[in-house]
């Protein structure tokens, strides 16, 4: 298994060469932290990429192909600020705006990088870590502190949007923040609220894309981020928010990605409504899933009725059956992966990947975080299964 310190790299920031209008504030900040080696992708063929708010912009992608330009790359690390070519700010839903940055040296050849800022920062970088440990789909990121290179970034960006009044000033609230992610793009992706659902989960292929969402939510159980007491709410976008759909899976099988990796705080007393209110729910579904696999628990049922009730999202039933086998498989791996003194270390070394915390910002995010699922869920549960339904369960799964 891999530790935190493979995760954990200082990358020299790239900059002999720039032209800074202001280097007032340059305090040997000249190191990002890269949360884990990244990778590059390339696209073979241009004429993949679908019209979509995820993808380049339709004359920007015209472009392209007319003048026969092939290799868009999404390199987080090697960056010259000074090619920026284009600018697209991209919601994905629930609160998560991006920006959405083209750069090109030569005309031939295409960086696309996401730039990312929110509240959440550092529960998200925890969690990036996490997820890394767990092999799950997350995308090659960076952490950014206002150093060198920012200075470099803010001021390119800034000029490169100056006459576009709604652009510069989105880009100007969001350098107003302290700490930002360099994120990998993968194009062709789509928002799960925009799949054709019936099509994308037809088939075997179907089968396995729900055992992946089970695994997910898995992790989303981990973070506080399911069975919420809000379930019933007004809020559409509670499940599956914080992912992006491929037709074609990943190097790994992978057929999603996940975009926001955040942990929700919770209140951790057990004299507190909402804490207990939470917990039970985890166990319920917990018992309804080990005990009665084939039988679609509660949870799940609502998780289906709200898709279809907010969103007009229909799910089979019969998908209930491989979103819990995939649930089931997660919380094996989160159990033989993950402890408690490796969740504590893990937090103490994130807290000090940061050079400079103004405000103590960032280590009051991580002195937050409160996962309780491991020892106040399974330390309280014991799931009776007999060995050979164990062994069909989670071996042929």
């Known amino acids: 298994m891999k530790t935190f310190s493979d995760f954990k790299k200082k ?5 002999n060469n720039n032209k800074k209008k202001n280097n007032k504030n ?3 900040n000249n190191n990002s932290n890269n949360i884990y080696t990244p990778s590059i992708s390339i ?18 992608k015209k472009n392209l192909i007319e003048n026969n330009q092939e290799f868009i790359t999404s390199n987080i690390l090697e960056i010259d600020w000074n090619t920026i070519i284009d600018i697209e700010i991209i919601d994905f839903g629930n609160s998560v705006v991006c920006l959405l940055v083209t750069l090109s040296s030569d005309n031939l050849h295409f960086n696309q990088i996401l730039i990312k ?6 529960q998200e970088c925890y969690a990036s870590v996490l ?3 767990l092999k799950l789909p997350i995308l090659d990121l960076r952490l950014l502190e206002k150093n060198n290179e920012f200075l470099e970034m803010s001021s390119n960006l800034l000029d490169f949007s100056k ?7 989105f880009i100007k609230s969001e350098f107003e923040k302290t700490f930002f992610l360099i994120m990998e793009f993968r194009q062709n992706g789509k928002k799960f609220n925009d799949l054709n659902h019936k099509e994308y989960f037809s088939g075997y292929k179907g089968q396995e894309k729900f055992k992946q969402l089970g695994k997910i939510i898995a992790f989303d159980i981990f973070c506080n981020n399911f069975c919420k007491t809000n379930i019933a709410g007004d809020d559409s976008s509670i499940y599956f928010s914080n992912i992006i759909c491929y037709e074609t899976p990943n190097k790994n099988g992978w057929y999603f990605s996940l975009i926001n990796s955040n942990i929700s705080c919770l209140n951790n007393s057990l004299f507190t409504i909402g804490y207990r209110y939470h917990l039970n729910s985890l166990k319920l579904l917990l018992f309804s899933i080990f005990q009665n696999p084939s039988t679609e628990s509660f949870q799940i049922r609502m998780m289906r009725e709200h898709l279809l009730k907010k969103l007009n999202i229909k799910l089979p039933k019969s998908s209930a059956v491989y979103i819990q086998k995939g649930i089931a498989k997660g919380i094996k791996s989160i159990v033989n992966y993950i402890n408690y003194p490796l969740l ?5 070394k994130v807290k000090n990947i940061v050079s ?13 975080i409160h996962c309780p699922f491991l020892l106040d869920v399974l330390n309280e549960i014991e799931i009776e299964i007999s060995n050979r339904r164990e062994k069909v369960y989670f071996v042929k799964i």
């Open 117 to 122: 800022s929110t509240p959440t920062i550092a």
């Open 43 to 60: 696209i073979d063929n241009i004429d993949t990429l679908v019209s979509s708010s995820q993808n380049l912009k339709p004359n920007f």
């Open 26 to 28: 340059n305090n040997n």
């Open 11 to 15: 990358i020299k920031n790239n900059n």
């Open 131 to 133: 997820q890394n440990i």
């Open 344 to 348: 504590e270390n893990t937090k103490d």
């Open 163 to 169: 006459d576009d009044q709604l652009l510069n000033d």
């Open 356 to 368: 400079c915390d103004n405000y103590n910002i960032w280590k009051k995010g991580i002195d937050s």
